[in-house]
Each structure stands twice: as structure tokens, then as C-alpha cells.
């Protein structure tokens, strides 16, 4: 009997992200973790707020990124908000860290999630919204949802 592949499962997301940024593209990288992170993470104990990448030597690193301590770990003590290697190619670390370093272009977490079992993130190259940009997409956002909501009414009657 095959097994039934729901696809990813999704640990967490930084919806944040998406607010104040443009998300410009995204690249899929592995995570340099200890076991008793990944089980914290598979119990959706991690969060993405206030994370972000960034580029050392041709080594990319996750900074506070918090995974709260596996409760029955008896080996070690791992501290929650140590900053994590990403697994990524040479190539994509090298066009990664060419856009990082033009202005306003920032490397940050979006998804963490597992796939056929091996922890991933989701990183995107952003570009930072301006006050105006945030304004206009809360606005298309709620205009959507009020045609939407019409719509459905008049299909009911």
C-alpha cells in the first residue's frame, strides 16, 4: 500500500515578512540542527519573528530564529536563539549575497517546514515596503474581500 503524501508539513511562517516586504525570490535551504531542534520544530515550538539571514565568508546563518528547548531532551542544553547554518549551493549563496548588498535588499526566513522529512526553510530576497506600499495593499486587500463577499450574496438570492 503507498503512502499518502500530504505534501510539506508546515512548522511555521513569517507572515510579517510579507507585510514589510517585497519578496523579490525565494530559495528552499536545509538547516544545520541539533536532534532535539528538530523535534521542538515538528511540535511547531519555533518562530520566525525578528529572524533574518545573513552572509559570512560563503557561509549563510540564521539569527534569531527561536526554537523553544525540547522538553525531555536529557543530552544538552541548547540555547533557543543561537543562530543556525543554512545548507545552500555555492551558486545560490553567491547571487544571494550579491543582492543582499545593494540597498534596502534584505535576506529573511519565510517557511519552515519539513520535506520527506528533512527540515527545510524558505528564504526570500526582500525589498523593504514603504509606509504607502503597506497602506495600499491593506487596502486592495479589503476591497477584495468586500467583492467577494458581494459576489456571494448575489449568487445565494
Do not use: C
Not at 543582499?100 to 515596503?129: D, M, Q, R, S
Amino acid at each position: 500500500m503507498a503512502k499518502k503524501d500530504n505534501g510539506p508539513l508546515v512548522a511555521a511562517t513569517n507572515r510579517k515578512a510579507y507585510h514589510n516586504y517585497h519578496i523579490l525570490d525565494t530559495y528552499e535551504a536545509g538547516i544545520e540542527l541539533l536532534g532535539s531542534e528538530v523535534k521542538s520544530i515538528r511540535k511547531k515550538e519555533v518562530s520566525l519573528d525578528g529572524a533574518f539571514v545573513r552572509i559570512e565568508g560563503m557561509q549563510a546563518y540564521v539569527f534569531n530564529m527561536h526554537i523553544n528547548p525540547y522538553k525531555y531532551n536529557t543530552v544538552t542544553e541548547v540555547e533557543p536563539l543561537r543562530q543556525r547554518r543554512l545548507l545552500l549551493n555555492k551558486k545560490e549563496i553567491n547571487k544571494l549575497k550579491g543582492h543582499a548588498e545593494i540597498k534596502g535588499h534584505t535576506i529573511i526566513p519565510l517557511e519552515v517546514y519539513f520535506k520527506n522529512g528533512w527540515a527545510k526553510i524558505k528564504v526570500g530576497l526582500g525589498k523593504g515596503k514603504q509606509l504607502f506600499d503597506k497602506r495600499d495593499a491593506i487596502k486592495k486587500r479589503d476591497l477584495s474581500r468586500e467583492m467577494e463577499k458581494d459576489f456571494k450574496n448575489k449568487i445565494k438570492f
